[in-house]
């Protein structure tokens, strides 16, 4: 008889994954729950793929990654932040959720803490607790879902190990301003803190670049990627730049792990550079914009700066887990907000969906809020 390992007792089943389960159920469902983009890789990068697989480049790559996808890497990285990192200090990985296991698992042991601004990425609660971590929540509701510096400061600890953010956010579309990056960067600079910065979103910034704290700060994580700014998520490739001795232990831990990134997404993804990203970062602004002109005479939630969700709150007298089954009685699939923080009292809308998926699924929600407001439901 099999006995699992108390680890996995730590971790709760995928809310996400438990709606994706309901999307096969239910007939024609008005889909704003998955989190991955709605259009296809850019021809050139699917050409590129096929290409490496003809050619026979389906073997093992060195654990590290390729070091022409890693001066790619590099090149991007100090275009955007001006930050000049080293093919030593890059690790080519599987998915920047692969990149965020290997880099706890090289710096979380029992009883360490991790602070974490709620709402969050569910991964980070769950792999902190998996690793014997204990999450430590920054909440964020007061301040407009952007970490508050000295409230941070305040949860500071003797046993605190390091702080990870997110920006842009999922689930809140928030990008971290850089003065509020500068004051954490402080913070952290003053309690020799390390960051892990999740960046997977920052390609999807609406209102102007996406800041960095690794242009202000040297203990420093970067994790990002192309799966989701090319429309290659089940590709799993993603990147870590940061200390040289930190991204040599996750290499090691990749090692015995994932071995290495795909190797035929690896050589796909040298065509990246030629990708004009313009026209889709022009579209994911559009559909922005019609998801938060449809929700908020009906609820409140703010502008997303970034990503491509719209957080918002549920009617008052009802959780969001509650709404969530309402919402799917119509047919419409969202996230409870339960899944990404500590509070029931919001939910997840993924507007990376074709226009009129959007304005369906704003059309049933609104009738949704309608019957909670007059007490029908």
Sequence with gaps: MFRLAARLGR??????????DLARSIQDPINLSIGLPDFDPPAAIQDAAVA????????????????????????DEQARTGRAWTVEQTLITSGVSGGILLALLALV???????????????????????????????????????DPAQLERLITPRTRLLLLNSPANPTGRIV???????????????????????IYRAFAYDGPCPS?????????????????????????????????????????????????????????????????GPTIAAYRAKRDLAVSLMQPHVRCGSPDGAFYLWFQAPDGIEGDRFCELALERKVLIIPGSVFSE??????LSYAAPESTIRAGAAALAQVVAEVKAGRR
């Design 52 to 75: 490496a697989i003809r050619a026979g480049r389906n073997r093992y790559t060195p654990t590290q990654g390729l070091r022409e996808l890693a001066e790619v890497v590099i090149a």
């Design 213 to 277: 704290i690794s242009s202000v700060y040297d203990q420093v994580l970067v994790l990002a990627g192309q799966g989701k700014t090319y429309g290659i998520t089940g590709w799993r490739l993603g990147y870590a730049c940061g200390p040289q001795e930190l991204i040599q232990a996750m290499a090691k831990a990749q090692q015995y792990s994932f071995v290495c990134a795909p190797s035929f997404a690896q050589y796909a993804a040298l065509a990246c550079p030629q990708i004009d990203l």
């Design 177 to 199: 301003p850089a003065a509020t990056l500068a004051a954490i960067a402080e913070v952290c600079r003053r309690h020799r803190l390390p960051v892990i910065s999740d960046e």
């Design 343 to 348: 509070r029931r009292s919001h939910l997840r």
């Design 109 to 147: 042991e029992d009883g360490d803490e991790v602070i974490i601004p709620d709402p969050y990425f569910v991964m980070y609660k769950q792999l902190v607790r998996m690793l014997g971590g204990t999450p430590v929540y920054l909440d964020t509701y007061a301040t407009g879902f952007v970490p």
């Design 11 to 20: 971790v709760d089943a995928s809310g996400i994954r438990k709606v994706f």
